[in-house]
């Protein structure tokens, strides 16, 4: 099983991007997030999904601003990014794994990792 995720580009700060990641229903993980790396910083997390209930959990520096959701089908997880900052600036990647409550917004929650996607917000 491969992830795929697509969907980032060059925007304006306040803008909005839409993320996808293809593949995280085939997974059997009991979470799908993303994280993000910006230059020269560790990887953080950003969100993440339940895939079983559907719960999400945001980092506070993208609460309000950023969605995480799922297609009905839940073979793709999307990250819906609003009113985009210059410090949102990173490699987004989507993840999936067998991670509990505990460890759903570490790195270390998730074992399948996909290619990453590169946002970049102009000030």
């Known amino acids: 099983v491969q992830l795929q995720a697509s969907g980032g580009g060059l925007v304006q700060a306040g803008g909005s991007l839409r993320l996808s990641c293809v593949g995280s229903g085939r997974t059997g993980s009991t979470y799908v997030g993303w994280f993000r790396q910006a230059l020269g910083k560790e990887r953080e997390f950003v969100a993440t999904i339940r895939w079983n209930g559907g719960h999400t959990y945001y980092a506070d520096s993208v609460k309000g601003r950023f969605t995480i959701s799922r297609d009905n089908a839940k073979t793709t997880v999307y990250l819906q990014m609003n009113s985009l900052k210059p410090e949102d600036t990173a490699v987004y990647y989507c993840?999936?794994?067998?991670?509990?409550?505990?460890?759903?917004?570490?790195?270390?929650?998730?074992?399948?990792w996909g290619q990453g996607t590169l946002v970049t917000v102009s000030s």
């Open positions: 993840a999936a794994g067998r991670a509990i409550m505990s460890t759903s917004t570490t790195p270390q929650g998730y074992n399948l």
